[in-house]
């Protein structure tokens, strides 16, 4: 096959679809701001531009991308542009030239996820060396500026986590057309405990598990995208993906291991277990959407039908997903890894050279 070299790039823009993804974008600002320091859910933005790029064109993907990166410059000044930047550009920019230079789908993801994990992690040492405080205060303190300076967009931020459930209102109080100083001062102050709490619990395995999120969906969302509109990028099915047969066996007494490490030195190991164990929940709570997928496959079901058990399944019900996935890999009960096995291995980073 001939190569498709900047075929990505190339594409006609779908000017009606990029209006509406600019206008979406335009709405989502307050969320893409706060999204910054809560790695799992700034995952997403690079999935969402890839998704625009293949299936809408590259100005949609280009304006939101501008879009994220303005608005962090609002709520945080230059730094917080250059840092938007850093997290955004290169790892749409490496998921897109791999399949512009049609490298193999899971090389392509292994590319994208590494990316992204090497930008949060440049993210990280220039918020420290700028404030010269541990990361997690130094994050706490860039949230409480920006929404000092943030004023009506910071105002409907805030009215958007309260009205989505993620914070409550003080009680007896009631949400308005505008928030008085008191009532934000208190959401306010909420936010940064949660800012605060998610940090220093939870901010190395988000930015594992984030990356893995970006590199993988972000190749599905491009590929996709680029074969419904004419192209020809390698796509392994849904009901395909599987972890290969014995690494279930090294993940699980991986975990297992960093577990009894982490009872015995918690000091030192507690982190690398809970980043560990993020990875491998994602990991089987693939595996288990993929076998759910295979069976609607097998029995003929339409595709909407596995769109919508992924969409539970990873974002909804990921820890039944999860025990699906460790059932499939130890006992393969949709007997599809016999089936699959006997193709070439899609795993094995040789697979399309």
Same mark, same amino acid.
């Given at each position: 096959?001939?190569?498709?070299?900047?075929?990505?790039?190339?594409?006609?823009?779908?000017?009606?679809?990029? @209006?509406?993804?600019?206008?979406?974008?335009?709405?989502? +600002?307050?969320?893409?701001?706060?999204?910054?320091?809560?790695?799992?859910?700034?995952?997403?933005?690079?999935?969402?531009?890839?998704?625009?790029?293949?299936? @809408?064109?590259? @100005?949609?993907?280009?304006?939101?991308?501008?879009?994220?990166?303005? +608005?962090?410059?609002?709520?945080?000044? +230059?730094?917080?542009?250059?840092?938007?930047?850093?997290?955004?550009?290169?790892?749409?920019?490496?998921?897109?030239?791999? @399949?512009?230079?049609?490298?193999?789908?899971?090389?392509?993801?292994?590319?994208? $996820?590494? +990316?992204?994990? #090497?930008?949060? $992690?440049? #993210?990280?040492?220039?918020?420290? #060396?700028?404030?010269?405080?541990?990361?997690?205060?130094?994050?706490?303190?860039?949230?409480?500026?920006?929404?000092?300076?943030?004023?009506?967009?910071?105002?409907?931020?805030?009215?958007?986590?309260?009205?989505?459930?993620?914070?409550?209102?003080?009680?007896?109080?009631?949400?308005?057309?505008?928030?008085?100083?008191?009532?934000?001062?208190?959401?306010?102050?909420?936010?940064?405990?949660?800012?605060?709490?998610?940090?220093?619990?939870?901010?190395?395995?988000?930015?594992?598990?984030? #990356?893995?999120?970006?590199? &993988?969906?972000?190749?599905?969302?491009?590929?996709?995208?680029?074969?419904?509109? $004419?192209?020809?990028?390698?796509?392994?099915?849904?009901?395909?993906?599987?972890?290969?047969?014995?690494?279930?066996?090294?993940?699980?007494?991986? &975990?297992?291991?960093?577990?009894?490490?982490?009872?015995?030195?918690?000091?030192?190991?507690?982190?690398?277990?809970?980043?560990?164990?993020?990875?491998?929940?994602?990991?089987? *709570?693939?595996?288990?959407?993929?076998?759910?997928?295979?069976?609607?496959?097998?029995?003929?079901?339409?595709?909407?039908?596995?769109?919508?058990?992924?969409?539970?399944?990873?974002?909804?019900?990921?820890?039944?997903?999860?025990?699906?996935?460790?059932?499939?890999?130890?006992?393969?009960?949709?007997?599809?890894?016999?089936?699959?096995?006997?193709?070439?291995?899609?795993?094995?980073?040789?697979?399309? *050279?």
């Amino acid at each position: 096959m001939e190569k498709q070299t900047y075929w990505v790039f190339r594409q006609k823009n779908k000017w009606g679809l990029t @209006v509406l993804a600019v206008v979406l974008c335009l709405l989502l +600002t307050p969320l893409m701001s706060i999204s910054l320091f809560m790695p799992q859910m700034f995952a997403l933005l690079p999935v969402l531009a890839l998704a625009l790029l293949g299936y @809408v064109g590259p @100005v949609s993907a280009s304006v939101c991308m501008g879009l994220f990166v303005g +608005t962090t410059a609002v709520f945080y000044g +230059t730094w917080g542009a250059l840092l938007g930047a850093i997290l955004m550009i290169p790892v749409v920019a490496v998921s897109a030239v791999s @399949v512009e230079r049609e490298q193999p789908f899971w090389q392509s993801v292994a590319a994208g $996820g590494v +990316t992204l994990f #090497a930008s949060m $992690g440049a #993210a990280v040492a220039i918020i420290a #060396a700028i404030t010269g405080s541990d990361i997690v205060t130094a994050i706490t303190d860039m949230v409480r500026q920006g929404m000092t300076i943030s004023g009506a967009m910071g105002d409907s931020l805030l009215t958007m986590m309260v009205q989505m459930g993620v914070m409550t209102l003080p009680e007896g109080a009631e949400l308005g057309t505008v928030l008085d100083p008191a009532m934000r001062d208190e959401l306010v102050s909420t936010l940064l405990l949660m800012t605060d709490s998610v940090m220093r619990l939870e901010m190395p395995m988000q930015m594992a598990t984030g #990356a893995v999120t970006a590199g &993988l969906l972000g190749q599905a969302v491009l590929r996709k995208g680029v074969n419904a509109r $004419g192209a020809k990028a390698e796509y392994p099915a849904l009901a395909t993906w599987r972890v290969p047969k014995g690494w279930g066996r090294i993940l699980g007494g991986t &975990l297992l291991v960093l577990y009894l490490l982490a009872q015995i030195i918690p000091q030192s190991m507690s982190t690398m277990f809970y980043v560990f164990s993020g990875v491998f929940d994602k990991i089987f *709570a693939l595996q288990g959407i993929a076998a759910v997928c295979y069976i609607l496959r097998d029995k003929g079901k339409p595709m909407i039908w596995q769109m919508a058990v992924f969409v539970l399944g990873y974002f909804v019900l990921g820890s039944f997903a999860m025990v699906l996935g460790i059932a499939d890999q130890a006992m393969d009960f949709t007997h599809r890894r016999v089936y699959l096995d006997k193709m070439e291995n899609p795993f094995d980073p040789r697979h399309g *050279a």
